[in-house]
């Protein structure tokens, strides 16, 4: 069965290498279509698609810049985990960035995104659970493995071969892309509250030997959130009475797209987007609909890269330029650079919100 899975793993990886080639005319089309959309929405006055463009232009070039290994087994972990870093880490160790897939994928098929985070200076570290195939409780405790990955690098003496020390005493970036983005939603409100999830099926493994993973959670010190999961339904979320202000420190980036009829999204009030981002009551977040893109965009639409490595920087490393990127008011700053879905695509706050900037 083993075998026949890691088969399975090098077959997607090795059609999505044959895909290459379209993916660069795929992204001038994009950026057509989006220059289009800037006349009709409040996008800046040259409407800038992308931050950092000579990374985000030339997507492909991070893999020069980065490498990653898969981890097949790794004690306490399901199936291991891929783990990508710089080439050139510089001098000490780096910041952790802890990444969840998709329903039914695996972490391969976001490479680009994972170079690209690698690439700026971290140690990303993707769980492989539920590889390819559906998760028991509808997921509902992938947020577990992350924290088991959090509490494994939490070790001054975990190291993995090839693969640069990771400094413990810096704050995690915990991220994922839908199922993998309710993980790590959970993940940070466990960090948050101590009181969430308790009494649940899944409190038993988060208070056992003296809390480890509670203990985990608490390292986490912001999240990005793509395209996640509903965190209204009571089989994604165990939790609901408590879930809603259950983040109340931890800084958020959001981002959903306009085209994305995968996750819920009528009335737009009602957004499944837009609820999670109203659950939320740390000081800093930030909530981004992207122009045109669907649910499984993240795969190779570079888009929202370099503003998740911006947003990791700006909390994992105390990056001040970072900061100022996300919340400042130049021309290069996410306010004015960042395109956004225009009235009528879906996800809009209120119906009518494509970025909402919030600083404390």
């Known amino acids: 069965a083993e075998a026949a899975e890691e088969e399975l793993v090098a077959a997607r990886a090795e059609a999505a290498e044959e895909e290459l080639p379209g993916i660069a005319k795929d992204q001038d089309e994009r950026r057509s279509l989006w220059s289009a959309a800037c006349s009709h929405g409040d996008h800046g006055p040259s409407c800038p698609l992308r931050p950092c463009a000579e990374l985000g232009d030339n ?14 087994n790794v004690t306490g972990l399901q199936r291991g985990m891929h783990v990508c870093a710089p080439n050139n880490p510089g001098d000490g160790p780096l910041p952790l960035f802890v990444f969840g ?12 995104l994972l ?10 570290a993707s769980y492989r659970a539920c590889l390819l195939g559906p998760c028991p409780d509808a997921g509902s405790g992938e947020f577990l493995e992350m924290l088991r990955i959090v509490d494994l690098f939490s070790k001054p003496s975990f190291r993995l071969d090839g693969i640069p020390a990771v400094d413990p005493s810096l704050p995690v970036v915990v991220s994922g892309h839908s199922e ?23 409190a038993a493994e988060l208070d056992k030997e003296d809390g480890r993973l509670r203990k985990a959670a608490t390292r986490i010190g912001a999240l990005a959130a793509l395209h996640p999961d509903p965190m209204y339904e009571a089989i994604l979320n165990p939790d609901l009475p408590r879930f809603q202000g259950a983040i109340s420190k931890t800084p958020v980036l959001e981002v959903c797209s306009g085209f994305d009829v995968s996750i819920p999204f009528l009335p737009f009030k009602n957004s499944s987007c837009w609820y999670f981002f109203n659950a939320v009551t740390s000081p800093d977040r930030i909530y981004w609909d992207q122009p045109f893109g669907m649910h499984d965009e993240l795969y190779h639409s570079t888009s929202s890269y370099p503003w998740v490595a911006t947003f990791s920087r700006a909390y994992a490393l105390g990056d001040r330029e970072a900061k100022e990127l996300l919340f400042g008011d130049c021309p290069k700053c996410m306010r004015r650079a960042a395109a956004r879905a225009v009235p009528g695509e879906l ?14």
């Open 180 to 202: 993998g983005g309710r993980a790590a939603i959970m993940a940070a409100a466990v960090g948050d509250s101590p009181a969430y999830l308790q009494g649940t099926t899944h």
């Open 59 to 72: 997507f492909l070039g991070v893999t020069q810049a980065s490498y990653c290994k898969v981890f097949q």
């Open 347 to 360: 996800h809009l706050g209120e119906g009518n919100i494509s970025l909402l900037i919030c600083s404390g």
């Open 101 to 112: 897939h998709g329903h039914m994928t695996e972490p391969k098929v976001y490479r680009w």
């Open 115 to 124: 170079h690209t985070i690698a690439a700026s200076g971290f140690v990303t």
